[in-house]
């Protein structure tokens, strides 16, 4: 089955079939079943889809198919309806993990907005496991790099290997591609995880402060160092220094950085006392330090002594394979974040994303990712042009099949609204029979809310 499903289990036909009509009504795919055995056919570890059943049944009641379908799979919701004198049994199957139950008689409403609840919890369970099957191992490696291509593989190969190593590491990278994600996992992967992770940007510090920043001053060592202060060198001893957009660093600024490096020491602002210190070196670049350094633009001994290990990251433009599974990775990550639902990921729209050229990378799929979870459906609309990409959009006709089954099923959505819902003036005035408009409405995908006199449209 393709579709979220109800499994419809009761012995009683007229009951069984009023309760489906009313679910199909509302918008739901329903297998209405009238024998227990027969739903356990259904059910499977990826069945997506809520059983929902009687408990008085001959021969195997619904206490005993919940329990049956918790041994295929114990993440199934169960929804289960009860007489009167049922509820303490059906109180007593919540407790052993089913989802809820609804007392007879009920509306239809009811147990729609439950079954509801129950679809989503379903697809969010099933969302989960295929993630987490994607992802792979649980070490956390596999979560902050995402992807299957033979490049980031070889890049998560490289970290393991260098994690639990002292070797200073120099990372290239064009922006957003996720050169301090490297950064943190060279660091969280090894050996020095309980100390500190200290991220500067070289980009970032003004000129006049970056050496106090970097080495700390002692009192009185210039106008307004009123107080000794530990700069962010001594502050990461024990731990990892990563210093971002390193090419931005002043030339002056480059030679202490140079003599900390090799001698593993600082000496404070105002101070002749060498402090020595334990700490790994990370830089990260996103242009070409060879040619800089041949420019006069960075000093040459600094770039060799980085340049001793180097990882380069690829452009998300050369690893497309992984744009998918990093697209979901980021949307769910976005929908924890704004506690919303995920919408539905269409062909169309994941086509578009891979055809795009990503000049900002990880960074720039972040921004669709979380736009796409709010609904700002402009994030990314076919034929719209994306960064860096020209449009290529072609129009396009459909057959004459498709068009006049749009405008039928306009004519429809427009009589329901009119009639507020109703269906009785609706199939009166569309001169067609009640299952007629019932069958069209079901292959529409065009739903009824009573409760709020509106058509709702499935995706």
């Not at 979220?4 to 199909?24: C, F, K, P, S, Y």
């Not at 000794?228 to 202490?256: C, N, W, Y």
Request: proline share 4%; hydrophobic share 40%.
């Amino acid at each position: 089955m393709n579709k979220a499903t109800i499994l419809l289990v009761d012995d009683d036909q007229d009951m069984r079939e009023a309760l489906a009509e009313g679910l199909e009504l509302a918008g739901f795919t329903v297998v209405a079943l009238d024998r227990p055995e027969k739903a356990l056919d259904y059910i499977s570890y990826e069945f997506d889809g809520v059983l929902v059943s009687d408990i008085r049944m001959p021969k195997m009641d619904g206490f005993e198919l919940m329990r049956a379908a918790f041994e295929i799979d114990a993440a199934l919701p169960v929804v289960l309806m009860t007489g009167h004198g049922d509820v303490p049994l059906a109180v007593e199957a919540m407790r052993k993990g089913a989802y809820d139950f609804q007392e007879k008689p009920f509306s239809i409403n009811n147990l729609s907005a439950i079954v509801k609840r129950a679809l989503e919890k379903r697809r969010l369970t099933l969302e989960n496991r295929v993630l987490r099957e994607e992802l792979g191992d649980h070490s956390g490696l596999e979560q902050r790099l995402v992807g299957k291509s033979p490049a980031i593989e070889h890049l998560r190969d490289m970290i393991r290997t260098l994690a639990d190593t002292d070797a200073d590491v120099l990372i290239l990278g064009e922006t957003g591609a996720g050169k301090e994600v490297v950064a943190r996992a060279l660091h969280d992967e090894g050996m020095r995880k309980d100390k500190p992770f200290v991220a500067l940007n070289c980009g970032a510090l003004p000129a006049e402060i970056i050496e106090s920043e970097l080495f700390g001053h002692e009192r009185g060592a210039f106008t307004g160092a009123s107080n000794q202060r530990i700069g962010k060198l001594e502050h990461a001893h024990g731990g990892t220094v990563f210093l971002d957009e390193i090419e931005s660093m002043p030339l002056e600024l480059q030679v202490k950085l140079l003599r900390v490096i090799e001698n593993r020491s600082i000496e404070r602002l105002g101070s002749n006392r060498a402090i020595e210190l334990d700490l790994r070196f990370i830089a990260a670049t996103k242009d070409d330090l060879s040619a800089m350094s041949d420019q006069g633009l960075f000093r040459k001994d600094l770039y060799y002594r980085l340049n001793v290990i180097t990882l380069s990251l690829p452009p998300l433009r050369e690893r497309r394979e992984d744009i998918p599974l990093l697209f979901l990775h980021l949307a769910r990550s976005a929908r924890a974040r704004y506690r919303r639902d995920l919408p539905e990921v269409t062909a169309q729209f994941m086509q578009e994303l891979m055809q795009k050229e990503w000049p900002g990378n990880v960074r720039e799929l972040r921004n669709v990712a979380d736009r796409f979870v709010l609904g700002l459906e402009g994030a990314l609309k076919p034929g719209e042009k994306g960064e860096g990409q020209q449009s290529s959009a072609m129009p396009c006709s459909k057959p004459l099949a498709e068009q006049i089954a749009d405008y039928e099923r306009h004519l429809i959505v427009q009589s329901l609204q009119q009639n507020e819902g109703k269906l009785k003036p609706t199939y009166e005035a569309l001169q067609l029979s009640r299952k007629s408009l019932y069958e069209k409405m079901k292959k529409y995908g065009l739903s009824v809310d009573k409760e709020e006199s509106s058509v709702e449209i499935s995706p």
